[in-house]
Every structure is written in C-alpha cells, then in structure tokens.
C-alpha cells in the first residue's frame, strides 16, 4: 500500500507505515480503547469479523477512508478468527501513555500473529493443535519438518515422493505451510490445502555436506525464519518422525 503519505495526517501516516513494513498482514492499529483497521485491511476485515465498516476522515482524493474497529479488551476473539482463516495480524501498539504526550503518541508494530505461531493462551485452543510446517522439495527427495510451538516440539523426516508428503500433510495438518521447492508441487500442496497459509520460500543448500541432512536441516532452518519465531523453537532438538 504505497500511498503519498504526506497528504494524509500523522496518525494515517503511521498507519501507512506500518502496513509498508507488514503488507501481507491486517494491521489493528490502536487508537485509545480501540484497534482500528483501515483502507484495504477494513474493507477486507469487516465482513470477516462481522463488524462495522465505517470511515475516518478522507484521503487526498477527497474520498473517505475505509476503517473498522473492535475494543481493544475483545481483540483475541477477533485475532483467532482472522488466524483460522489463514491471515496473518500485526498488532500496532501505543508505545507511550496518551496523557503525557504532547502531539502525536509513537506507535510500533510489537507483534506479529501468523496461524502456526500463535502463542497467546486466550488465543490457542487447548484442544487443538497448530502445527507450522516446512518442506524443502530437491531432486527428488522431500524435506519436511513440523513444529507445535506451544509445546515446543519440533518433527522432521525426509520422504521419498509426494505420496509420501501427503500423508504427511494430513496426518499433522499444518495452520501455516513454508515450501522451498518447484513451483509445480507447491501449486499441488496449495490445492492440496487450501485453509494452510502458505508462503514460498527459498535455502540455501550449499552449506550442507550431505543430501539427506540437507533437506531435514533446511526444513527446520525455514522454520526458524519466521519473524515471530522465539528462543523456544530455535532451541528445540528435531525428533525424528
């Protein structure tokens, strides 16, 4: 969402910033007792989350801008929803206390929620498990490792066809997907799993002195790219599946 950010007033400008930094995430931006969305994310999100789209002011072009809001005391009903339908949420907080700042009060972006690394307990199902998966696809052969975070267990095996992957799949039913691999069996894994979040990635094989070693640790290793990934799932020893 590149936009002309000096047409728009400070808070929007801090809003565009954000959504610069997180494009491939709903941003719920807060504004006192409120997370607000606005522009694309409201438009997309209201109808979603089964609230209000409203607007805020206008844009250079003299049009309204697209917002929707939930408390900020609810937000984790309407974060798990977004989740579960494959999306990922970038929480902008206030950094300081509206009361004892002068002009506009500082925002960042603290935290990033993606459906295979949620760790918040009033986010998580207890009954649930929310696996986040990696497969690394190379001359034949399959990588693939999958973590439950919450625990803090990570699973990697190599396999030898697609087949093979595919019971995968289903025996762990991943929430989030990262593929390094073809295009072709990525597009089958997408249509395979169609409420996965999936993102295509890339690794880099060179470091590794054996084939096998190469396509479990690569798997692992996207894991751990993840922005929100903490110490717990870098720490973790892979058991064998």
């Not at 087949?163 to 395979?192: D, H, M, N, Y």
């Amino acid at each position: 969402m590149k936009k002309d950010r000096d047409a728009y007033t400070p808070v929007m400008q801090q809003f565009l910033r954000a959504k610069d930094a997180y494009p491939d995430a709903f941003i719920f931006f807060r504004l006192g007792d409120f997370y607000e969305l606005f522009f694309d994310d409201a438009v997309i999100a209201a109808p979603l989350l089964e609230i209000a789209l409203t607007s805020r002011g206008k844009g250079p072009d003299d049009e309204p801008i697209p917002m929707a809001g939930v408390p900020h005391h609810s937000v984790a009903g309407y974060i798990q929803k977004l989740t579960e339908l494959g999306h990922k949420v970038a929480l902008c907080e206030q950094m300081a206390d509206p009361s004892t700042v002068r002009g506009v009060v500082p925002r960042e972006v603290v935290r990033v929620i993606t459906p295979g690394l949620c760790l918040e307990e009033e986010l998580l199902d207890a009954r649930a498990e929310r696996y986040l998966a990696a497969i690394v696809a190379e001359e034949g052969k399959i990588g693939f490792a999958a973590l439950e975070l919450s625990i803090g267990q990570l699973l990697a095996t190599s396999v030898e066809d697609e087949g093979a992957l595919f019971a995968e799949l289903v025996r762990f039913s991943p929430k989030e997907i990262r593929i390094a691999g073809p295009e072709p069996i990525a597009q089958r894994i997408k249509r395979a799993m169609p409420k996965a979040a999936i993102e295509v990635a890339h690794f880099d094989k060179a470091r590794y002195a054996d084939a096998e070693a190469a396509l479990i640790e690569s798997s692992e290793a996207l894991l751990t790219e993840f922005q929100s990934l903490p110490d717990l799932a870098r720490d973790a020893s892979a058991e064998a599946i």
